[in-house]
């Protein structure tokens, strides 16, 4: 059973950059059967997709790709998350989760962390 773990700091300050990882178990990040995502849920609005890493590349919405980029740590088994110069507009739930390119759809989900962009 594929399980994710968000890790994040909570609050962060206007113009700085925002850390997240994800910590898989179950399956390898390296298995050539998912693609890896993060996603948002700002308050009192709907889902918001930021982006997914595969084994050749990582993709990213439009209006997020500016400031934000995915890496991952193949000995720990974990993606992260930066999205640099932050403003209030980014504080949300962020969820990690997993794609299996057979359905394209995001299958495994973290239980969310919640981060708020704040003075």
């Known amino acids: 059973q594929v399980q994710l773990q968000e890790l994040g700091p909570g609050l962060v300050k206007p113009s700085q950059t925002l850390s997240l990882t994800c910590t898989i178990s179950?399956?390898?990040?390296?298995?050539?059967?998912?693609?890896w995502s993060w996603i948002r849920q700002p308050p009192g609005k709907g889902l918001e997709w930021i982006g997914y890493m595969t084994n050749s590349g990582t993709y990213f919405s439009p209006s997020l790709q500016r400031r934000a980029s995915i890496s991952r740590d193949t000995s720990k088994n974990q993606f992260t998350l930066q999205l640099s110069s932050v403003t209030p507009e980014d504080t949300a739930v962020y969820f990690c989760?997993?794609?299996?390119?057979?359905?394209?759809?995001?299958?495994?989900w973290g239980q969310g962390t919640q981060i708020t962009v704040s003075a």
């Open positions: 179950g399956v390898s990040i390296t298995a050539s059967s998912y693609y």
């Open positions: 989760c997993q794609i299996p390119i057979a359905t394209l759809s995001f299958e495994s």
